[in-house]
């Protein structure tokens, strides 16, 4: 297991559990004692855990998402598989307003340098296109950042949304099904995707397939007022089915052969 995926597993472990010791992570995941105090040192400053003498609580609610930096580590080039796809259906000279996430990260790295006009909603991707090459044309929003993750929320994200209308948003999710639609973990960042998928012509969803079987308690919208999903071929085939029953088209990033 790479050290991502450990420190998933002991996050998970610790915050399904409460508080764990040392010696019982590192009997769950096969890693040394020392290699475990370092993870919980990493997860600590993350702001996931606490630390205590011999393990390890939680300062995550079981429906609360990971921090910003875990989640980027996650998945990468699937990631940038499923951004590569969603960037091909966006054509030159286009406006789009890009959602806050990991995904939607790597949709507007995969944007440098095109013949577009993009309106980021996070830092992160503000500052990935902030000096792009090319013909690519930077729209900053206002908003209040979200601590730790960069989003911007608020009214005056949301006076940005309203002031303007899109060709496409590209939405990312924390949880995706056909019978329960898009859903978020934070009501903030809910409000913000609803007035993003109101702003435009179009709505891409990416996600990876995990999401697929996933549902967080903010609803944003059904699976109808989607487009299109970019997703992966590890997500349920029975959800992508239902997905398209709906009236939603479906891309499958394939990942790459080693």
């Not at 999710?173 to 702003?199: E, H, P």
């Not at 079987?213 to 071929?233: E, G, I, K, M, N």
Request: glycine share 10%; charged share 20%; net charge neutral.
């Amino acid at each position: 297991m790479g050290n991502t995926g450990r420190l998933r597993q002991i996050t998970d472990a610790v915050r399904e559990a409460g508080s764990l010791g040392v010696g019982q992570l590192a009997e769950l995941t096969g890693a040394s004692e020392m290699t475990i105090r370092r993870d919980l040192e990493t997860l600590a400053a993350q702001g996931v855990l606490e630390r205590f003498r011999g393990g390890a609580r939680t300062l995550l609610l079981r429906g609360e998402e990971p921090p910003f930096p875990l989640r980027a580590q996650e998945g990468t080039r699937i990631k940038q598989r499923i951004a590569a796809d969603a960037a091909a259906l966006i054509a030159d000279g286009e406006t789009v307003v890009l959602d806050s996430g990991t995904t939607c990260l790597e949709v507007a790295r995969a944007l440098r340098g095109r013949r577009v006009t993009v309106m980021p909603l996070s830092l992160q991707a503000v500052d990935a296109l902030a000096d792009s090459p090319g013909q690519t044309t930077l729209l900053v929003p206002g908003g209040r950042p979200r601590p730790g993750e960069g989003a911007l929320t608020g009214p005056l994200t949301l006076a940005s949304l309203a002031a303007l209308r899109f060709d496409t948003a590209v939405i990312g999710c924390c949880g995706l099904t056909a019978q329960q639609g898009l859903t978020a973990y934070d009501l903030d960042d809910a409000a913000v995707k609803r007035a993003a998928i109101d702003s435009a012509r179009r709505v891409l969803a990416v996600a990876d397939g995990t999401k697929l079987s996933r549902t967080a308690h903010a609803f944003v919208a059904p699976v109808s007022r989607l487009h299109t999903l970019v997703t992966d071929d590890s997500a349920p085939p029975g959800e992508v089915e239902a997905i398209r029953a709906a009236g939603t088209a479906v891309n499958t990033a394939r990942q790459e052969c080693s």
